[in-house]
């Protein structure tokens, strides 16, 4: 996939669910939001319908990177839903909560197409927010605010430092081991496939982050180089 540039935003909120898969009688969260959350964020800011959008940006045409800004820990409610057919059952939720005023994360963006960047960036600018933005569900608002566009990049491989963002499992070579990072790896969900019930995943990979925020430090099998920061996204730029 060619990359001609890359947009960049921070979302932000004061609470948040993004749910991990793979929980079952109690809703896990994840610390931040998966790749397919972020693709329900920027299709709700172009308004596009509930699972038009799955092929517009399979990881074949589409990008998503993040770090985390402000991070956040995690709180079980226990929550009172109705059952089909009358009654009601309790189901513990984990919550996502700030450590600070708020959750913040910063994104980033690209796609083959550039008028869909474009778009974005336009809407972003402009405060049009579609359908609106939210961290999981829907009572759990965000916003979010422009920071700009990467043109000027370069991939590089097989590369020797530090990146700013998630990364797949896959592209780590090598890390440089600290022991006041908080690394994570966890298995997410990065496409969807319209199903019977709805939706399921299509796809999933590995992924690593530090749970602060902090930079991933090590040898890595592709990065994009930008004057600002050197950044990996959830999924392979090229294949191997």
């Known amino acids: 996939m060619d990359i001609n540039k890359v947009l960049v935003f921070n979302i932000k909120g004061k609470t948040a669910h993004f749910k991990k898969y793979y929980s079952n009688k109690s809703s896990l969260t994840y610390k931040l939001p998966s790749r397919t959350v972020l693709m329900g964020m920027v299709a709700s800011i172009l308004k596009y319908s509930r699972d038009s959008y ?8 589409a990008k998503f990177g993040i770090k985390i800004k402000k991070a956040g820990s995690t709180h ?3 929550m009172n839903y109705l059952k089909e057919g009358g009654g009601h059952t309790q189901v513990r939720l984990q919550l996502l909560l700030p450590k600070e005023n708020n959750l913040e994360y910063k994104v980033y963006f690209t796609h083959e197409n550039d008028k869909i960047i474009d778009e974005l960036e336009n809407k972003i600018k402009n405060n049009e927010l579609g359908y609106g933005l939210f961290f999981g569900q829907r009572q759990f ?5 422009f920071k700009y566009v990467i043109d000027n990049l370069n991939i590089r491989e097989n590369y020797k430092g530090e990146i700013t963002t998630l990364t797949f499992k896959n592209n780590i070579k090598d890390f440089d081991i600290n022991n006041d990072l908080e690394l994570t ?3 997410m969900p990065v496409s969807f496939n319209k199903s019977k019930n709805g939706r399921e995943p299509e796809s999933i990979l590995e992924v690593c982050y530090e749970e602060n925020g902090d930079n991933l430090k090590g040898e890595f099998k592709e ?4 004057s600002k920061e050197n950044i990996s996204f959830f999924t ?3 294949r191997n």
Do not use: G, H, Q
């Open 54 to 61: 799955y092929d517009i940006f399979s990881p074949d045409k």
């Open 76 to 78: 079980f409610e226990c």
């Open 141 to 145: 608002r965000a916003d979010l605010e």
């Open 185 to 187: 790896v966890d298995n």
């Open 223 to 226: 990065v994009i180089e930008t």
């Open 236 to 238: 392979p730029i090229r």
